[in-house]
């Protein structure tokens, strides 16, 4: 019985890495998205998830919710911290602080 438990339990962290492994990815492409729409660049592909917790979709069935930060640049010298949220596969907030356009 003790081996059952205990493949699950291997089996299951195995899947929550996988499914980690890719909503890092798809958050990397967000912050990519994002920086590129308001012309700044993704430096140093630093997208890194600093939590998650559960959350809940519109219909409210519980998903997992992460919270990734990632540094952004509009000049190439200062770093911005910005931040987005996924539930899901979904993007569901971000936050670019404010800052000067460098004029070219």
Same mark, same amino acid.
């Given at each position: 019985?003790?081996?059952?438990?205990?493949?699950?339990?291997?089996? +299951?962290? *195995?899947l929550?890495?996988?499914?980690?492994? #890719?909503?890092?990815?798809? *958050? %990397?492409?967000?912050?990519?998205d994002? *920086? #590129?729409? +308001?012309?700044?660049?993704? !430096?140093?592909?630093?997208? #890194?998830?600093?939590?998650? &917790?559960?959350?809940?979709? $519109?219909? $409210?069935?519980?998903? !997992? =919710? &992460? /919270?990734?930060? /990632?540094?952004?640049?509009?000049?190439?010298?200062? &770093?911005?911290?910005?931040?987005?949220? =996924? @539930?899901?596969?979904?993007? &569901? %907030?971000?936050?670019?602080?404010?800052?000067?356009?460098? @004029?070219h």
């Amino acid at each position: 019985m003790f081996e059952i438990i205990l493949l699950a339990v291997l089996v +299951f962290l *195995a899947l929550l890495w996988l499914d980690s492994i #890719s909503k890092r990815e798809l *958050a %990397t492409q967000f912050g990519r998205d994002l *920086a #590129s729409r +308001f012309n700044l660049q993704l !430096l140093d592909e630093s997208v #890194s998830c600093n939590k998650i &917790r559960l959350g809940r979709d $519109g219909y $409210g069935h519980a998903q !997992l =919710l &992460r /919270f990734y930060e /990632f540094e952004v640049s509009a000049s190439g010298v200062e &770093r911005m911290q910005c931040n987005l949220q =996924l @539930l899901g596969k979904d993007l &569901r %907030t971000w936050h670019i602080p404010p800052y000067i356009q460098p @004029l070219h």
